[in-house]
Nanobody, 126 residues
């Protein structure tokens, strides 16, 4: 299982950025996928999740209305479109595959996800 996140970089506050996660998971089309983020010294926090069918996505309150998660099962790729970025959004962003195929209606835990990518750094200057 391999998850490859990309698309991070240095942007200014108010800018947009799209992260991509390419997954070499045989069951990708039936897997719930998610994005987490982590800043040094803090826990890894959930940002958004999306079930295999793309409906009933979960988005953290801190990014609701600014971030959107989507997926393309034909390309085995999940995306995180980030808009109106703030300095507080700066973090290492990780994509992950959930252990079960169900959607999340409440913030998931790290332990709900069994496979993780290497992370991509997002830096937001004020």
């Amino acid at each position: 299982v391999q998850l490859q996140a990309s698309g991070g970089g240095l942007v200014q506050a108010g800018d947009s950025l799209r992260l991509s996660c390419s997954a070499s998971i045989p069951t990708f089309s039936t897997s719930t996928m998610g994005w987490f983020r982590q800043v040094p010294g803090k826990e890894r926090d959930p940002v958004a999740t999306i079930p295999w069918h793309g409906r009933y996505t979960y988005v953290a309150d801190s990014v609701k209305g600014r971030f959107t998660i989507s997926r393309d099962n034909a390309k085995n790729t999940v995306y995180l479109q980030m808009g109106s970025l703030k300095p507080d959004d700066a973090a290492v962003y990780y994509c992950a595959a959930a252990r079960s195929p169900y959607y999340f209606s409440t913030p998931p835990a790290e332990t709900d996800f069994g496979s993780w990518g290497q992370g991509t750094q997002v830096t937001v200057s004020s």
